[in-house]
């Protein structure tokens, strides 16, 4: 029997950490988003969700053959992936779903259940306030909770939440409380299921036009009608979306419409003609987009007339990867030959990239090739080092604090623009049980040599311009013009 009992018992796997870092061995062929991975119970195979495309797909690799195969096109969401004890059965847990893989026969077959469950949802909210409570305490960047006695404060709230009987006021007396820290990158949010989307024509409209239907002032570029077969143009009337008569307020027409083929009928007031064009719409989320390169292009097009083709323009979008690879594209691309850089980071609501735009910005020019006479190339040719100078305003949030601070405190260029709140922190956004609501804990704060946070210390230009509403309706951009003439002088100076 001691014998028996001996051998059940499960030995400890000892790792040995001496040269681990020579021993580490890549299994994928193919870098990509992998959601989860796990091995078969004999170590031969490896299943992963991986995504290339659309969604993740579940693979599988021979590790003793080193053979990779796509085992199932799945085209899923984020998922997990559990084994059985015995590891006969591969289990794959998505939101809202659950699919299982004998691995025998490597077949996947969802599982369907039911499940109801009685909420005491006044308990509930009362166990997710206290968990809020406790998280904040233990993960605030700043012990002293910026000198707020949290205990005190969170009993004082406490008494609201028999009164409360909804997502909306839970989510809003989070905020209340959470805003008395007096920080950024916090507050709650009710982020609700989604509901049916209204889909876009991808068209800009003349808005003092009191005619029937809705007269087109603008084709957005890239949009549904941005194609050689259309026939609309500034000027023509939308009268009629798939039969139905087109009025001021029209979205009902385009709801849950995106991607899908609708008839739009249209009429042009200078050749009296009528006719009918099938389209998909785009979604909200695209025509942001669109709109957005539409903005670039424009304060793009402005720089280059205002400076005479001297300078280049460059807005960053977001800081993180895709805009400073679009960035670091234009500045070593387009604009190469220019003499100075504009670096728009207005609108931004932050991420991580204050040290690449400080690398990137800061060259200082050492050499210069030269083929035969010809200038090539100066050096660093992989940074910009000739002037820049950078524009920020009151919307700018978080890192897009930071990066400008940044940027000035190395003394990389000047300023333009209207004050950036403090806001520099980094932040972990926390679901609760209750998955449609969400609170942000500031886990990171940003301190300086002489102790204190950038965190709620006002970032301010070295030009103060405002753009103004009455400037801003006719298209024009003050700061921007601001910006341009201000770097201009510098290079004039110089020269």
């Not at 996947?108 to 904040?136: G, Q």
């Not at 889909?199 to 084709?219: H, I, P, Q, R």
Request: aromatic content about 10%; glycine content about 8%; hydrophobic content about 35%.
């Amino acid at each position: 029997k001691d014998k028996k009992e001996e051998a059940d018992k499960v030995k400890d796997i000892v790792v040995e950490l001496e040269g681990i870092q020579d021993r580490i061995v890549r299994l994928t062929p193919n870098s990509s988003s992998i959601a989860s991975a796990i091995l078969s119970k004999d170590g031969e195979s490896l299943y992963y969700l991986s995504a290339f495309e659309r969604g993740f797909d579940m693979w599988k690799m021979d590790l003793r053959k080193r053979e990779t195969k796509l085992l199932h096109k799945m085209g899923s969401g984020w998922a997990d992936m559990e084994m059985d004890k015995e590891g006969k059965n591969l289990f794959v847990l998505g939101s809202g779903s659950m699919q299982k893989m004998d691995l025998g026969g490597e077949k996947l077959k969802p599982i369907s259940y039911r499940a109801e469950m009685k909420m005491d949802l006044a308990a509930e909210r009362a166990y997710m306030y206290d968990n809020m409570c406790r998280e904040e305490q233990k993960r605030f960047y700043e012990v002293n909770m910026h000198g707020v006695d949290w205990k005190a404060m969170t009993a004082n709230y406490r008494r609201f939440l028999p009164h409360i009987n909804n997502k909306y006021d839970y989510a809003e007396m989070l905020s209340e409380l959470l805003g008395e820290l007096n920080v950024s990158h916090t507050g709650g949010r009710y982020r609700p299921g989604a509901k049916e989307a209204t889909a876009s024509l991808g068209l800009l409209y003349d808005w003092n036009y009191t005619g029937k239907g809705m007269k087109v002032d603008e084709v957005v570029e890239k949009g549904p009608f941005d194609r050689k077969t259309t026939r609309v143009k500034p000027g023509v009337v939308i009268e009629k979306i798939d039969g139905q008569p087109v009025d001021a307020d029209f979205s009902a027409l385009l709801n849950g419409k995106a991607g899908k083929k609708i008839l739009v009928s249209f009429y042009d007031a200078q050749s009296k003609e009528r006719w009918d064009e099938v389209v998909k719409p785009i979604s909200g989320g695209t025509l942001s987009s669109l709109l957005y390169e539409r903005w670039v292009k424009q304060r793009a097009a402005d720089v280059d007339k205002w400076s005479n083709g001297r300078l280049g323009y460059v807005h960053i979008e977001s800081m993180d990867d895709g805009s400073f690879r679009t960035v670091y594209s234009d500045i070593l691309g387009k604009y190469n030959n220019r003499e100075g850089i504009v670096i728009d980071t207005r609108f931004n609501g932050g991420g991580r990239l204050h040290e690449d735009i400080e690398v990137l910005f800061s060259g200082q020019k050492y050499l210069t090739q030269v083929i035969r006479g010809r200038e090539a190339c100066d050096m660093p040719s992989r940074r910009w080092n000739k002037p820049s100078i950078m524009l920020q305003c009151e919307a700018n949030y978080s890192n897009a604090h930071g990066t400008p601070w940044v940027y000035k405190h190395r003394q990389i260029g000047k300023l333009v623009g209207a004050p950036v709140p403090g806001t520099m922190t980094s932040v972990n956004w926390v679901r609760m049980q209750d998955p449609d609501l969400i609170y942000g804990i500031p886990v990171v704060g940003y301190r300086l040599p002489d102790g204190s946070y950038l965190e709620n210390k006002e970032l301010e230009p070295d030009v103060y311009v405002l753009n103004a509403p009455e400037t801003v309706v006719k298209g024009e951009d003050t700061q921007l013009k601001a910006a341009v003439d201000e770097l201009l002088k510098e290079l004039d100076a110089k020269k």
